[in-house]
Nanobody
Framework: QVQLVESGGGLVQAGGSLRLSCVAS????????IRWYRQAPGNQRDLVAT???????NYVDSVKGRFTISRDNAKNIVYLQMNSLKPEDTAVYYC??????????????WGQGTQVTVSS
């Protein structure tokens, strides 16, 4: 099992930056993939960025070049650095941990989310 706690959200003007943090209750090296999702009001929860235990990263096209996912293994923290923010980035951002267990069983864990609001 793993608990995830997000922080770093807030209100920022368009063009500004925020850095979100996701603190895990266990070594992030033991987690196969950590992902950031976001959900705007009335919308589904969408994947934003991923980082694997091996350090591979992926981004949705709409944030490429603006967002960077990274991690601090010693502190068990995964970050999402968000630059050049746009009003359409406004959403609740969630951290997700995917653990592939015995016989390929998938375990998904979620944080409580942190609100990001970008004003125009």
């Amino acid at each position: 099992q793993v608990q995830l706690v997000e922080s770093g959200g807030g209100l920022v003007q368009a063009g500004g930056s925020l850095r979100l943090s996701c603190v895990a209750s266990r070594s992030i090296l033991s987690i196969n993939v950590i992902r950031w999702y976001r959900q705007a009001p009335g919308n589904q929860r969408d994947l934003v960025a991923t980082i694997s235990s091996g350090g591979n990263t992926n981004y949705v096209d709409s944030v490429k070049g603006r967002f960077t996912i990274s991690r601090d293994n010693a502190k068990n923290i995964v970050y999402l650095q968000m630059n050049s923010l746009k009003p359409e980035d406004t959403a609740v951002y969630y951290c997700n941990a995917l653990i592939i267990g015995y016989a390929g069983a998938l375990q998904n864990y979620w944080g409580q989310g942190t609100q990001v609001t970008v004003s125009s």
